[in-house]
């Protein structure tokens, strides 16, 4: 008996729970249904970032962030990954390569969170800047 009494209580557990566990009629058990309609425009996580270049002052290199100084004593704070590159001159370099408040020059894409990536920073020396302007 006591198998009987555990078979039908098996019995009722899945005919109480089997009608949650099937689709209803109109859903689909297809996984990226549900996943189209959430993300955002097509083609928006692919679509590559346009490079902005911001020039200014080095006031603090981390190891996770970059503090620039742009005119205007305006402070700005850029993130850094292990994919940033530094360079002086045409020689790429680490980060400690460039010395803290020099003028240096940043080219900057947005991230998808609205976050300012650093791609590459460079160091440009104010004597050769004018030079090339004249």
Do not use: W, Y
């Amino acid at each position: 008996m006591k198998r009987r009494h555990g078979l039908s209580l098996g019995l009722c557990a899945l005919l109480l729970l089997g009608p949650g566990l099937s689709p209803v009629s109109g859903q689909s058990r297809r996984a990226g249904s549900r996943q189209s309609r959430t993300s955002g425009p097509r083609g928006a996580d692919t679509a590559v970032a346009e490079l902005v270049t911001l020039d200014g002052t080095l006031r603090a290199v981390g190891k996770k962030q970059i503090e620039l100084v742009l005119e205007g004593d305006q402070s700005l704070a850029l993130r850094r990954t292990s994919k940033t590159k530094f360079f002086l001159g045409k020689k790429e370099v680490s980060a400690t390569g460039i010395p803290l408040g020099s003028a240096v020059t940043a080219e900057v894409k947005r991230e998808l969170n609205g976050d300012l990536l650093a791609v590459n920073v460079r160091h440009t020396p104010k004597e050769a800047g004018v030079e090339q302007r004249k």
